[in-house]
């Protein structure tokens, strides 16, 4: 039988549960969103079931900020062992002393990090994280359930809808949103002082992290024998620079062993005549 909403729902209640908890005690709704999406795709990838550890290690404001950043750090840079800043996500969320840490480490040491988790959490929020990080579906299980409907009540149309669709639709809605000019899905990039990039590196790292997710890159128009200070990525979609960012106003991504930083474009004002 095909599985419903409803039947998603009830599968990832821990995981809709380690999301609520972050929320609860002050992380924002994306940075708690993607944090969970990270353990879930462990969860699918190395049999690490880490989200039922979350409440128990996340006790604090502080505690679930330090969680979320360092979720963020490992879908930016990758999770290598004794990489700044110690992962306390993966070291204790994913069970430091158990066979789920000792299989979390094996997995990441094998090079399953950085990009790879990028794109995985990316596969998790377009397809179950559609449901379980859908507000309104859960408040109408949760209502459902307090009703007593899970004594037996007919389900509400929402939840006995089949979950192939409802993911489907969701993945329809983002294709088909309004598309954004250049300047709200770009994003402004430099490079460190004596440590340029080219075109081809920026765009490769992109495309390698996210898929194929660059229209153009400019670059930083210079004189012959001088390398570019800085450049501009033009997205295909607007959801990418938020996508890079996590709420952040800038971030130093690692390409090829240099940094660069990235921040939204701002496009210059008009000049004053």
């Not at 070291?91 to 990441?108: H, K, M, T």
């Not at 800085?230 to 971030?251: H, S």
């Amino acid at each position: 039988m095909e599985p419903t909403v409803h039947d998603v729902l009830a599968f990832h209640r821990v995981d809709r549960a380690a999301y609520e908890h972050l929320l609860s005690l002050g992380a924002g709704r994306l940075p708690a969103r993607d944090a969970v999406a990270l353990l879930m795709w462990l969860h699918r990838s190395a049999g690490v079931d880490a989200t039922p550890r979350v409440p128990a290690l996340a006790r604090t404001p502080a505690a679930a900020a330090r969680l979320v950043a360092e979720a963020h750090a490992t879908l930016l840079h990758g999770a290598a062992a004794g990489a700044p800043p110690p992962l306390l996500l993966l070291s204790c969320a994913c069970g430091e002393d158990d066979d789920d840490g000792a299989r979390a480490r094996r997995f990441l040491a094998s090079g399953c990090g950085g990009g790879a988790a990028r794109r995985g959490a990316a596969e998790v929020l377009a397809g179950v994280g559609a449901v379980v990080f859908d507000d309104r579906l859960n408040a109408i299980l949760r209502r459902y359930e307090e009703g007593g409907g899970s004594d037996g009540g007919a389900l509400p149309v929402e939840l006995a809808a089949p979950y192939r669709l409802c993911a489907a639709a969701a993945r329809a809605a983002a294709a088909a949103a309004p598309e954004v000019e250049e300047e709200g899905r770009s994003l402004f990039v430099t490079f460190s002082k004596g440590y340029p990039l080219t075109r081809e590196e920026v765009e490769e790292f992109f495309t390698g992290s996210w898929g194929d997710c660059v229209a153009k890159v400019l670059m930083e128009k210079t004189s012959p024998g001088d390398a570019p200070t800085y450049g501009r990525v033009v997205f295909r979609r607007a959801a990418m620079v938020a996508a890079v960012l996590r709420g952040r106003p800038m971030v130093k991504l690692v390409v090829n062993g240099r940094d660069l930083w990235a921040r939204k474009y701002v496009p210059r004002p008009p000049p004053q005549l």
